[in-house]
């Protein structure tokens, strides 16, 4: 079975920077990084496919970076310019591709798609 492991989560005040893994047991298609914050759904927040193309939400769109490096299995997302509202725990997953049609309507990281998920890891950007 599909393992993934997330690491690099952290304390850091506002502006600052945190850069998260995700390494997967074996190679994989799309790779999602999700987050959760108490209280709320889980959202995506970056996807990047198999052969690295790579898109983010829109309230991270200028902020985080997504990559990958196939060789290690591993996705990292760079996380610049950190606020307060993005405190959540963070998840990585992987699924067949970034976004699915429903009903004629492209859908971006929908949650049901994306079939492993890791255990998470918690980032917090307070002063």
């Known amino acids: 079975q599909l393992r993934l492991a997330e690491s690099g989560g952290g304390l850091v005040q506002p502006g600052e920077s945190l850069r998260l893994s995700c390494t997967a047991s074996a190679a994989t298609s799309a790779i999602g990084w999700f987050r959760q914050a108490p209280g709320k759904e889980r959202e995506g927040v970056s996807c990047i496919s198999k052969t690295g193309s790579g898109t983010n939400a829109n309230s991270v769109k200028d902020r985080f970076t997504i990559t990958r490096d196939n060789t290690k299995n591993t996705v990292y997302l760079q996380m610049n310019n950190l606020r307060p509202e993005d405190t959540a725990m963070y998840y990585c997953?992987?699924?067949?591709?970034?976004?699915?049609?429903?009903?004629?309507?492209?859908?971006?990281?929908?949650?049901?798609?994306?079939?492993?998920w890791g255990q998470g890891t918690q980032v917090t950007v307070s002063s």
């Open positions: 997953a992987t699924g067949p591709s970034c976004g699915s049609y429903y009903g004629g309507r492209y859908v971006f990281m929908e949650v049901k798609d994306f079939g492993y």
